[in-house]
């Protein structure tokens, strides 16, 4: 059933993940060039497959255990490619001077936070239906 709320939080990550990466620049490096996911081929795959497994898992409604396993993956995805950007951030050449980085950076966060929410709704309605079951 696409019309559930976690198909809403799935929606939203995938627009993050594939959409707003067009949008917000990573960092500004110290020519003054700002860097896009785009930019790198390594960001742009994790953003892309993170996007791709979230759709995956909108269209999966009718397995709730692997769409929750989908989540859970999508999460770690997510959390690598944060440690990717953290770790390169730290790393940035010319840090002493005066560094800008972008909100591209927390894109991953507020990606983590749908999945979290898509996570607990599907796990809300595994709950209702194996009540469901033991009524019967």
């Known amino acids: 059933m696409i019309q559930r709320i976690q ?5 939203l990550s995938v627009v993050i993940s594939a959409g707003l990466i067009f949008v917000f620049h990573l960092w500004t490096n110290t020519e003054g060039t700002k860097v ?3 930019d790198n081929y390594l960001y742009l795959g994790l953003f892309l497959a993170s996007a791709l497994l979230s759709l995956i898992s909108i269209f999966s409604f009718k397995n709730r255990k692997s769409q929750f396993v989908m989540g859970r993956v999508n999460i770690i995805l997510n959390f690598i490619l944060l440690g990717i950007f953290v770790y390169q951030s730290l790393n940035i050449s010319g ?6 980085k972008g909100i591209g950076i927390l894109l991953p966060i507020f990606s983590i936070v749908c999945l979290v929410l898509a996570n607990k709704a599907i796990k809300k309605d595994e709950d209702l239906v194996k009540s469901v079951d033991r009524l019967r």
């Open 7 to 11: 198909t809403l939080y799935l929606f």
């Open 95 to 100: 840090e002493t001077n005066v560094s800008e």
């Open 36 to 38: 896009f996911a785009t």
